[in-house]
């Protein structure tokens, strides 16, 4: 972008008939010669609520000074964060999947409504990283995202914590194995200080994602928040998006099919959160481009665990980072062939990037796909008579193939917890937990507190859970959620009753039920929606399936089906009735 060369801002800073706008930018520090520049967005999350994000205007210095180094002018905006850590298990949780919503509603009314010429988003909890994908979709605005980075392990002992060891304490304490004592220790070292949920799970999965993805430049999320190297990371980031917007690079260029799949193989491969599906769905949907949410389990037949990250393996994000970072496992794809050469926004493909990797020695986090972690990927999706839709199960976090027991129907989170609690769930149970689904919760809750409770008390491995609602990254066990259509949409979830016998059949990719639901169909009434009102009642009015990533943009005339189930039992007529 010359200096002649039209650019998005001119629209407010070039003309007579902009003079009130350039006398009010003045006010901020402009002068005439940066009217000639690439106004630049730096978009944060940054909040004192949560570690997570703590940090981030901090990180944003470098940020700045970069973009006016490179010949930019920066301009701040902030948006809203809720911590699923702190909200889980809460009324509070079911702001977490709408604040995704929000917090790219709010980018991009920002960066439109001043007519910005280039993006810097810095992100870190969970929902944060997706919005930010799914606004630079949308806008195709130049841009890229800078993740805040990985917490450090906590240490008690001998031993390396993270906020998922202390899910799992609640569950030890609730059992009796674990005194007062033993928690309170747990609790106070778990989170040492600035930056996200330190396994595998939704934020670290997502910044893998937009790295391989090419939407964050490969190596800059890997960096832990407090280490040295991250300021200059952000300074990276500040001058990379002056380049892009005088280049006129844009997302779209980098949200692909190839670069989509290369995503749904980073998460499978790393053992990642089931988030990732939610999230992909909606990145695609924002950009425009066609996905189903079977390429997960297409991709998890090829693509092996060969990260051993928690919540299912030994190690921390930090650990990943030491032993050669994202770099270091995208290389082992490519050298499976499994990874398409797509462009980023560095300028370098993404083959070319992870040909810069450098392993350390004799590291134990990042294994081959010819020696993986675990021989298959770390998702199945699930159809059949109780998800005729898709369901998404999360493999890397236990061993079962196959589960029939009866069922345990709740009619909410904290119903199943309860249970849990007061030991009232035992070993065969198929526990189901519904309206809980985008529409039903609203907000499509996280259950990890109940997974690690389950964890807690020895009964990972020894029941199913199964929900429209959706799991934490750091839950582990025999856990599937997402089932569509969700009980609040009329799904078979809603007909299922106690004692029903319940059959998991992962190999066959179903989820079965012996009871005639085409029957309790006829009496089947509705439940009453949850009065909370508000954005959550908006957000329910509007918001799809999980199978198409629990948007809340109208659906365009090409964009595809919801998945369906080509042999089960239930018709999409009877689902619907």
């Known amino acids: ?28 520090g402009m002068q005439d010669a940066d009217f000639d520049k690439p106004m630049i967005g730096v978009v944060n999350t940054w909040t004192t609520v949560t570690p997570c994000n703590m940090h981030l205007a901090d990180l944003a210095i470098p940020v700045r000074e970069a973009v006016s180094e490179a010949g930019g002018f920066p301009v701040d905006f902030n948006t809203v964060v809720v911590s699923d850590g702190i909200s889980m298990g809460s009324e509070g949780m079911r702001a977490s999947l709408i604040s995704r919503e929000t917090i790219a509603d709010s980018i991009e009314l920002a960066v439109r409504g001043h007519c910005l010429d280039g993006v810097v988003i810095l992100v870190g909890c969970d929902k944060t990283i997706p919005a930010a994908a799914m606004a630079l979709a949308r806008m195709d605005v130049p841009g890229c995202i800078l993740y805040g980075g990985t917490i450090m392990p906590g240490r008690l002992g001998e031993k390396d914590l993270s906020v998922q060891d202390v899910f799992e304490a609640i569950g030890a304490h609730a059992a009796g194995t674990l005194d007062d004592e033993g928690l309170k220790s747990v609790e106070k070292a778990a989170c040492p200080g600035a930056g996200a949920c330190g396994g595998q799970f939704t934020a670290n999965t997502m910044a893998t994602i937009l790295s391989v993805m090419g939407l964050s430049p490969m190596g800059v999320n890997d960096i832990p928040a407090p280490h040295p190297d991250k300021p200059a990371a ?66 998890s037949g090829i693509a092996p665990v060969i990260t051993d990250l928690k919540p299912g393996g030994r190690f921390l994000a930090h650990h990943m980072f030491l032993a050669g970072g994202t770099r270091l496992f995208a290389r082992r794809l490519v050298e499976a062939g499994l990874l398409a050469d797509t462009p980023t926004v560095t300028g370098r493909s993404l083959h070319a990037e992870a040909a810069d990797a450098v392993e350390s020695k004799n590291q134990r986090v990042i294994k081959t796909v010819a020696d993986p972690v675990k021989p298959d990927g770390g998702f199945r999706i699930l159809y059949g008579e109780l998800a005729p839709e898709g369901a ?54 996280e259950m990890l507190g ?21 799991f934490s990254g750091a839950s582990k066990g025999f856990v599937i959620g997402h ?52 954005v959550f009642a908006k957000y329910a009015a509007l918001v799809s399936s999980a199978s198409r990533g629990a948007v809340t943009i109208p659906a365009g005339p090409d964009a595809p089906a919801a998945p369906q189930s080509t042999d089960n039992a239930t018709s999409k007529q009877e689902i619907t009735a």
């Open 392 to 445: 998404v199960l999360k493999t890397s976090g236990h061993s079962r193939t196959a589960m029939e027991g009866p069922a345990r129907v709740f009619e909410s989170e904290e119903a199943a917890f309860a249970e849990i609690e007061n030991n009232n769930v035992k070993a065969g149970d198929i526990i189901i937990i519904r309206n809980e689904g985008p529409k039903g919760g609203p907000g499509m809750r």
């Open 483 to 534: 089932v569509s259509p969700e009980a609040a949409a009329g799904g078979p979830i809603g007909l299922i009753e106690n004692g029903d016998i319940v059959r998991i059949d992962v190999g066959g990719r179903r989820i079965d039920v012996d009871a005639d639901l085409a029957a309790r169909r006829k009496d089947w009434v509705r439940s009453e929606p949850k009065s909370v009102g508000g």
């Open 234 to 299: 952000a300074a990276r980031c500040g001058k990379l998006v002056v380049e892009l917007a005088k280049s006129g690079t844009r997302p779209r260029q980098f949200v692909s099919q190839a670069s989509l799949r290369n995503a749904a193989i980073a998460a499978s491969a790393s053992g990642g959160s089931t988030n990732a599906i939610l999230h992909l769905a909606a990145i695609a949907a924002e950009a425009g481009e066609p996905f189903s949410i079977d390429i997960f389990d297409e991709v």
């Open 450 to 470: 109940v997974t690690a409770a389950l964890v807690g008390q020895g009964l990972s491995e020894d029941v199913a859970l199964i929900t429209d609602g959706r």
């Open 1 to 28: 972008m010359t200096q002649s060369s039209k650019k998005t801002s001119d629209a407010i800073t070039k003309g007579p008939a902009r003079a009130a706008a350039r006398a009010m930018l003045r006010a901020t």
